[in-house]
Each structure stands twice: as structure tokens, then as C-alpha cells.
């Protein structure tokens, strides 16, 4: 069965956190993940992490059933992200206050050996192996698009003025697009859903000794922090 150990930190800087996280194991050698970075505001963005993260997660209790197949999962996930993007932009759109605010998600669920991952925004998830780590997720975001179209280098994202920018998120309208994919896991193998509270401060290479070294959810959180901590940071492991 898959294992579960997720950590948020409020960060040194900001006055709050709006990034949620929650995580769920099933039974049957399965769980899942689901981490938002909420956005517009302190309060929107608070509440629209937090209540994209528990309609993701009621979905998922009320469609998971044994013996479902590849495209059954993926569907579940899809169906959860449209129901959190459909919630959340109802609730901007019906309250002044929380106008315009949205949310990243990455979600996963672990069944059998592999990792259903969904995602929206700069999110992000890894795998981590033996042998190094991976970024399974591409951020939607301005950076990203300059990095894929050549016109910078992955080491000059890391702190392009506009690397904050996102292009697609949870609520912030009435149609939502998403990435999904699904990844094998073999035995020894990690798997990191995070918020860029922690990629912005700690590197891959940091991050992948890190996991090899402890496994340890909460060093992530501590590296995070002594590199400026300039943001939320949320991870959750599954392994």
C-alpha cells in the first residue's frame, strides 16, 4: 500500500497561507494526493485552495470503486478538476471579495503500481528514483513557454521577473484545461506533489538528496525555509 506524508509551512514571509493540501489512502494498495497553491488575495486565495482541494477529494470518495480501469481513474480525476474549477469560479463569481481568485492543483492517485498525475498551474509533481529525479508535470506558466520555445534557458527561469505567472488555473473561468498522465512506479521509487514554495527555493538536485537521503517530508520543508522560505511551501511524498 501506498504511504502518505504531507507538510505545509506558512513560510517567512507571507502573512498567510494559501496553499491546502490533502492526502488519503484507500485500501487496496491505493491512495491519493491532491496539493493547491491558491491565488487573488489573502483571503481568496486561501479559500480557493482550500475548497478546490476538498471537492477534488469528494469525488474521489464518491466515484472510487475496486477494479477500475486506466481510463476509469483518469476519468475520476478529470471530473474532480472540472466539479474544484466549476466550485471555485462559482464562488468568485457569486462574492465580491473573492473575485478573480483561482488555484493550482496537482493531484495524484497511486493504484497498482502507478501514478495517475493531473495537473493546473506550476504545481508540480517528481519522481524520484534510484538513479535521480524527474519532473513528470511541465508548469503552465509564461517561463515555461519561453524555456519550450528556446528563448531562455531552464537556469535563467529560475529567476525570470515573470516566473510567477501562471496561464491556467483552477476558478479563474468557466472552462478548464488540464494536463493528465500516468507514470509506472517501481519498487524503491518516490513520488513529490509540491507547491513552487519549494521548488523556487530548493533545487532538483537538492531535493533529490534530500528524498534519497532521509525520505523525510519535513526536510524538504527545512530546506525550503533556509533558502528564504519567500513563499508558502507544501509537499506531500508517496512511497
Known amino acids: 500500500m501506498p504511504k502518505f506524508e504531507g507538510r505545509s509551512h506558512i513560510g517567512k514571509i507571507r502573512a498567510d497561507n494559501q496553499d491546502s493540501f490533502e492526502c488519503e489512502e484507500l485500501g487496496d494498495d491505493c491512495g491519493f494526493a491532491v496539493v493547491c497553491d491558491g491565488m487573488g488575495g489573502a483571503k481568496g486565495g486561501e479559500v480557493a485552495s482550500s475548497l478546490a482541494a476538498g471537492t477534488i477529494v469528494s469525488v474521489i470518495r464518491a466515484d472510487y470503486r475496486e477494479g477500475m480501469t486506466d481510463g476509469d481513474i483518469t476519468g475520476m480525476l478529470a471530473k474532480a478538476c472540472e466539479a474544484a474549477n466549476a466550485e471555485v469560479y462559482r464562488r468568485s463569481v457569486a462574492d465580491p471579495d473573492l473575485a478573480g481568485m483561482g488555484t493550482t492543483v496537482v493531484a495524484a492517485f497511486v493504484a497498482g503500481g502507478s501514478a495517475y ?6 504545481s508540480r509533481a517528481y519522481l ?12 503552465h506558466s509564461v517561463v515555461q513557454q519561453l524555456v519550450d520555445s528556446g528563448e531562455i534557458s531552464p537556469e ?24 493528465c498522465c500516468r ?3 517501481d519498487k524503491g521509487d518516490v513520488l513529490l506533489l509540491c507547491t513552487d514554495g519549494l521548488t523556487n527555493m530548493v533545487s532538483d538536485s537538492e531535493i533529490f538528496r534530500l528524498v534519497s537521503q532521509s525520505r523525510d517530508v519535513s526536510a524538504l520543508i ?16 508517496v512511497y
Open 117 to 122: 498525475i493531473i495537473h493546473v498551474g506550476d
Open 128 to 139: 524520484i528514483k534510484d538513479t535521480g529525479i524527474l519532473q513528470i508535470t511541465s508548469d
Open 156 to 179: 535563467a527561469a529560475r529567476t525570470h521577473p515573470q516566473k510567477n505567472i501562471i496561464t491556467k488555473a483552477i476558478g479563474v473561468d468557466g472552462y478548464l484545461s488540464y494536463d
Open 183 to 185: 507514470v509506472i512506479l
Open 222 to 237: 527545512d530546506a525550503a525555509l533556509d533558502g528564504g522560505g519567500s513563499d508558502n511551501i507544501t509537499a506531500v511524498l
